[in-house]
């Protein structure tokens, strides 16, 4: 079983690929077999910071979504931390 750094580490890693312009090979490998979705999708989640938080293939963001709306107008989730500090 991968450690918690590891998992972490490779979630990062291939959060940062959304971000950038040039990536290794395997990069939009992933990105056309679905297993990593792509800066367009991603950038969704930035523009709204309110859905979409499986940043990394989006696969689970519909149900994901759900719960937070529904946490949110039971009012067990604010914005707080949600919109970055300027």
Known sequence: MPNVLTTDTFAQYFHGSLHRLENPWFIPVL???GL???PVAHQI???TL????????GWSNPVINRLF???RAQGMLDDAGL????
């Open 45 to 47: 989640h930035h523009d």
């Open 31 to 33: 990105r056309k077999a």
């Open 36 to 38: 990593l979705m792509s």
């Open 69 to 71: 709306i529904s946490l």
């Open 50 to 57: 309110q859905r979409d938080f499986a940043t990394n293939c």
């Open 83 to 86: 919109t970055p500090a300027e």
